[in-house]
């Protein structure tokens, strides 16, 4: 009898371990999904294959006209020199010939997020050379974000790329 009674306790003990890993792992396998397959749900409404009346090629060159006109071409001088807070300095922005909208610049103070300059649109093909800051800054460099904002000819807001650079204030 005394045997008996000592086998159920680790018999039961090893039952329980195993119905909890059981249990575990159906729990585990039923609500555990890669974080890609969370976010994005399929579209039941797709369809496999390619569209009907295109050819391969007219495909193709339809999603790469569709690409160019999302990417935005961005330049800007590295570090941007002032004589002082007050004088013009050499930005050397560019809007390439490449890029399908009018751009407006923006470029915030990293560390407390002002807004030290604003320039007018301009236009794919066009370049601002010189410039003054919207903010008197005193002398030293300030780290900068440059934001390189794209619309349409109806001054819809498309997009934006961003840079990051120095305004350098030299006296």
Request: hydrophobic residues 35%; contains cysteine; glycine residues 10%.
């Amino acid at each position: 009898m005394k045997t008996s009674k000592k086998l159920i306790v680790p018999v039961l003990t090893g039952l329980l371990a195993v119905a909890c890993l059981i249990m575990g792992i159906i729990l585990l396998r039923g609500s555990w999904k890669p974080a890609e397959s969370r976010k994005i749900t399929e579209e039941s409404g797709a369809l496999q294959g390619m569209l009907p009346g295109m050819s391969e090629d007219e495909i193709r060159t339809e999603l790469n006209r569709r690409v160019s006109e999302g990417e935005l071409a961005i330049s800007i001088n590295n570090t941007l020199e002032f004589e002082t807070g007050e004088s013009e300095g050499l930005l050397r922005i560019e809007n390439s010939v490449k890029n399908h909208y009018t751009m407006v610049i923006e470029m915030y103070l990293n560390d407390t997020g002002e807004r030290i300059y604003q320039s007018g649109g301009i236009k794919p093909g066009y370049f601002l050379e010189k410039a003054r800051l919207d903010k008197v800054l005193e002398q030293g460099d300030y780290p900068v974000t440059v934001h390189f904002k794209a619309y349409d000819e109806e001054d819809t807001y498309i997009g934006e790329a961003n840079a990051g650079t120095v305004v350098r204030i030299l006296n």
